[in-house]
């Protein structure tokens, strides 16, 4: 079932808040929950911190904030990504943020468990998550002001809502664009195809073709991963592969002389040349050798579709690619919600997402690796007659760990039937522009249209607790 994609909000206009960094969490107290606690500085002494910082400022930079932010916080260009989207809209009543006081008609049928920070809790569904949960942070007052599929696939990608005059890239995009290639494969990697493309999500816009993700279909739960059209088939020789390609090139021409798009065909040229060093360098073969990897850590990652591609995305960050986006089907659950996330969705992200964030720690990447959990939006509090939860626009959850964010934190909070945030709200641009800033990329980037138009990419702070 597909909710109108029309733009809603709940709750009142309130801007991203701006804490003075004593209150925010640190390293030296990492398991903190953010915003559930009562503020220890008296209002006189936050006006007495900011009149003072204030002082420094100019009057242009209070009116571009984002230009300051982009001016004075630390950037990496070597940081890599791993984007992890669960299609359909994963609930957060039922994952992390669970609501136990809360009516039976809210509070539904799964248990609630503790986790390694006091005081926050986890639903059943989360044992090893609650386990590990200083590994990661939870944003728990996501606003996504949007209940529409494929909505949510552009919006949450690209950091903008839809516009009919023009697409928006995604970021993995942005990365290939802005940073290229580090080696043979391709510098944006999408793992399955499960991104809704209604409205252009998940893709290169603006930029065009030539930055769009290379997209793996196939099934990484195997002995034995190939990828199509990459593997060349057994006992090819090389030069039968050159010979292909001098064909191929040789048409291309003659097409290309009677067309009237050439930027088309030169799009084509940058994934024909892709393909071909894909094919012919050695460290494909060995990015794609997941069998290569110990029998026990592909089982810790767990032998499912998820679980295999999470191994398969390090493996390719590992090797050169920039940006992967892992893709999992499956999280509409508008009936029989519990038995559907409990018995197929949930344990095999339980397992294979802190299995990730280990394994990362493990081989020195965790570091220069930002991990992103992503969904298309929250699910309605209500549980509807069919023992399901509907399309909810105005709350949901983000999960962000490594490169240097700060594990163990709960940022923010939802109200008693987590209907709408309640303290620290924060929207999909502020996630994004976090995206953004531990990418290195600047959070004023324009770049210049087919017709000429300068396009502001984002706009924007990225999340304070976790820069």
Known sequence: MHSSPIEHRSGSSRRCPSYPRSSLPTASHPATAVGQSARTESRRAWMQQTVAASAALTIGNFLHPTRLLANTLPTNADTKCIFIWTQGGTSHHDT??????????????????ETAIPGVHFTELCPRMAKEVKRFSVLRSWNPKNAGHGVADHWCMSGRNINPSLVYPCVGSVVAQQRGFQSALPPFIQLGNHVDRTFQGGLPGVLGLEHAAFEIHAEANVDKFSVRDITPPLNMELNRIDRRREILAKIDRMQRAADRQPEAFDALDEHYKTAFRMITAPETKQAFDISSEPTSLRDDYGRSSFGQRLLLARRLIQSGVRFVTVSDPGWDHHVDCFNGLKTHRMPQVDQALPALLIDLEQQGLLDSTLVVWMTDFGRTPKINPAIGRDHWASAGFVVAAGAG??????????????????????FTENVVATMYHKLGLPLDLTVTANDGRPVRLIEGEPVREWI
């Open 405 to 426: 964010i700060p594990g163990g934190v709960i940022v923010g909070e939802t109200d008693a039937e987590g209907g709408v945030p309640k303290s620290n709200e924060y």
């Open 96 to 113: 992390l943020d669970p609501k136990p006081l809360a009516s039976d008609g809210i509070r539904g049928p799964l248990g609630v468990i």
